[in-house]
């Protein structure tokens, strides 16, 4: 039950959260017997019980809820970067009326290299705590991703002004 296809594993989580939950259960019991021979041991005929499969199902479920709020909220925050460099791209258009090519190479190298920054400047275990919720590296994560969002707002801006 180890391998199971990116495709399905992705459309399982985005769409099937319960299913998804149940693979994982399995591939994390199926990993543990695999890599911890204490767990072997203690548990020489492979089966678990309720209460360990339920750990098991908790962290499952835990990990799951986090990769689906930070892809949602990613796919919501980048649409709002859109609809917000779009909006402002017209406004400059109707307002100002095109710009020259040169303001326009200026905004979209701007946008593409703020993007560049925030992914050159993310910190990893540079700055890891033992929880990974450190104010020092929630901090950065809100930096990346409002970089992210300016250097994508700035670049969608950029082709909206065009008309």
Do not use: C
């Amino acid at each position: 039950m180890r391998f199971v296809l990116p495709i399905k594993a992705v459309f399982l989580l985005l769409f099937r959260p319960a299913k998804f939950v149940a693979f994982a259960v399995l591939d994390a019991v199926a990993s543990e017997f695999e890599t911890n021979k204490q767990f072997l041991e203690k548990y020489p005929n492979r089966r678990l019980p309720p209460e360990r499969l339920k750990e098991f199902e908790d962290t499952e479920w835990r990990r799951t809820k986090k990769i689906r709020t930070a892809f949602f909220t990613a796919v919501l925050s980048t649409a709002l970067a859109i609809l917000v460099g779009a909006l402002v791209g017209h406004y400059a258009n109707s307002r100002f009326g095109k710009p020259s090519g040169p303001v326009l190479s200026a905004l979209q190298v701007s946008g593409a290299g703020i993007i560049l920054a925030a992914t050159l400047a993310l910190l990893g275990r540079e700055i890891a705590s033992w929880g990974g919720r450190s104010l020092p590296e929630r901090t950065n994560l809100w930096l990346f991703k409002a970089q992210y969002w300016l250097g994508t707002a700035l670049f969608v801006f950029s082709l909206s002004w065009t008309g």
